[in-house]
């Protein structure tokens, strides 16, 4: 299978390669996390870097299951240290090695290595290994590939529109290109894997849940309402069999464990005029838009506002932004991106051209919330109308697929 270069991630593990910094890669199953190792480990090899200074486990893989005791694991890579010269270790799903924290806080303490370590669940860095390796870490928020990393993956760059249908049916996981140029009907099997792996493993078995049914519709339920404002009341409410008595309780637990495993993602609310963050009506939105077409079936690409919406907010994620739901007084933003650098107002439609009887108050609706924002930053409209880039005032509508393909904002 050909490797699609993750240049984004790529760069930031070349910045930090030799730095007394652990490297944690984060991301749900089969985002790309181990490849990412490997073309890292190629870049090292390429650069002067001997076979035997690179160790590799995986421990998804049953030859190592020995390793996954701490003592033993620690024994095992002391042993395979070379001496005088810079050991690189990769540590792939190490979430599986009980107690695991500890033989990384040791290796750590030695300078003459070099540490990288992955995993599925965010409780990889929980509080207990966030407060033993405070200021020692870097966390890498690995996501499945952006549509310009999909894009790389095919020599005809042309009808991008068509790619663009393809990449949200046929899902944004690496190895879904594969299938996809093999025979898209497979596609459903492999995501069937993920999706059951993720709840049986990652939820389930991690978080203790027994009741299958009920976390299923749960998922479901967030997936058919991407980009919808959402309560724990309003899910509990719409979920048949819940004992109303610990619904709040059991919904809530349910919601952070697939928040835990990254096939859900929040994003919370700001109030831009009060510059305060809010507690409620957040929204939630799908990893991957080709699992929630596996997940809901055919007619779930009719809600295309909001899917667009979760490729722009997944999008800005990559792009190394916080991304929160804007609120001015009782007009939305579709999205605050923020860094320590900007922030950024980004609206988001499928299109704002006038109808045929020349209303647009599409256009006017998406602008309304922008203009009343009395600050400098930039805003955007977000679209997939093909005509020419617009201004407004100061904000600019462009095509959402030639934003998403450019290199930064």
């Not at 992955?118 to 870097?138: C, Q």
């Not at 009920?214 to 309402?225: A, F, G, P, Q, S």
Request: hydrophobic share 35%; with cysteine; proline share 1%.
């Amino acid at each position: 299978m050909e490797r699609i270069k993750r240049e984004d991630y790529l760069s930031i593990l070349r910045n930090f390669k030799d730095q007394q910094i652990i490297k944690v890669i984060t991301g749900i199953r089969r985002c790309g996390k181990s490849t990412l190792l490997e073309l890292f480990q190629d870049y090292l090899k390429e650069n002067g870097v001997e076979e035997n200074q690179i160790i590799s486990i995986n421990f998804e893989d049953a030859d190592y299951e020995e390793l996954q005791d701490r003592k033993k694991l620690y024994e095992y890579l002391k042993s395979k240290l070379v001496k005088g010269k810079k050991t690189y270790i990769f540590l792939d799903e190490i979430q599986k090695v009980g107690e695991f924290e500890k033989t990384v806080d040791s290796l750590f303490i030695n300078k003459d290595v070099d540490l990288y370590i992955t995993g599925s669940n965010a409780w990889l860095l929980s509080s207990e290994l966030a407060t033993l390796l405070t200021g020692r870490y870097i966390e890498i928020k690995m996501l499945p590939l952006s549509f310009k990393e999909y894009l790389s993956a095919f020599e005809d760059k042309t009808d991008l529109s068509r790619k663009f249908r393809d990449y949200l049916r046929y899902s944004s996981f690496p190895q879904a290109i594969e299938l996809f140029k093999i025979n898209p009907e497979n596609i459903n099997l492999f995501l069937d894997g993920i999706y059951n792996t993720i709840l049986f493993k990652d939820v389930m078995q991690r978080k203790g849940i027994t009741d299958k049914n009920t976390l299923e519709r749960v998922t479901k339920y967030l997936y058919d309402n991407i980009g919808n404002r959402t309560s724990m009341k309003n899910i509990s409410d719409n979920i048949e069999g819940l004992e109303k008595n610990n619904s709040y309780n059991t919904v809530s637990t349910y919601v952070q464990a697939l928040i835990d495993s990254y096939i859900v993602y929040k994003a919370n609310r700001y109030d831009i005029k009060g510059k305060e963050f809010l507690k409620t009506q957040e929204k939630y939105y799908a990893v991957d838009i080709g699992l929630r077409y596996y997940m809901l079936g055919q007619g779930s690409g009719k809600d295309m506002g909001h899917i667009l919406e979760n490729v722009v907010y997944l999008e800005l994620l990559r792009r190394g932004y916080e991304v929160y739901i804007g609120k001015y007084d009782d007009l939305e933003v579709d999205f605050v991106a923020k860094n320590s650098e900007n922030t950024i107002y980004y609206q988001v439609a499928l299109t704002t051209r006038e109808s045929a009887d020349g209303n647009s108050s599409v256009l006017e609706r998406e602008l309304a919330p922008l203009k009343k924002i009395s600050d400098n930053y930039p805003k955007y409209i977000l679209t997939l109308d093909d005509d020419l880039d617009a201004d407004f005032d100061g904000i600019k509508k462009i095509n959402v697929l030639d934003w998403l393909i450019k290199e930064k904002d």
